[in-house]
Nanobody, 121 residues
Framework: QVQLVESGGGLVQPGGSLRLSCTASGSIFSINAMGWYRQAPGKQRELVATITSGGRTNYPDSVKGRFTISRGGAENTVYLQMNSLKPEDTAVYLC???????????????WGKGTLVTVSS
């Protein structure tokens, strides 16, 4: 199976920066895309950023110009660089991937448990 583990969350002041990381592990054959969602109390889960295996990225207007998603360094790892953080960015940030295992004919979505980001003065 596929497991996703996030790290890098914490408390930061408005205007500050954080970098989140997510590593996928398990019986992975291929990864089509990885991304980040967030969920704050009383709100629906919201797309933050996605990146395809080809490197194409997508952001909603709420984070465009402030957040950057990248895949890179380590195997099956995705990062989210968050700059100019605002209190409304406070949420649990969840890593997701669309991937195929070594024994499956189809790809499916997998989710991490999330890491908490709190932006407050």
């Amino acid at each position: 199976q596929v497991q996703l583990v996030e790290s890098g969350g914490g408390l930061v002041q408005p205007g500050g920066s954080l970098r989140l990381s997510c590593t996928a592990s398990g019986s992975i054959f291929s990864i089509n895309a990885m991304g980040w969602y967030r969920q704050a109390p009383g709100k629906q889960r919201e797309l933050v950023a996605t990146i395809t295996s080809g490197g194409r990225t997508n952001y909603p207007d709420s984070v465009k110009g402030r957040f950057t998603i990248s895949r890179g360094g380590a195997e099956n790892t995705v990062y989210l660089q968050m700059n100019s953080l605002k209190p409304e960015d406070t949420a649990v940030y969840l890593c997701t991937t669309n991937a195929k295992t070594i024994t499956s004919l189809f790809s499916r979505d997998y989710w991490g448990k999330g890491t908490l980001v709190t932006v407050s003065s």
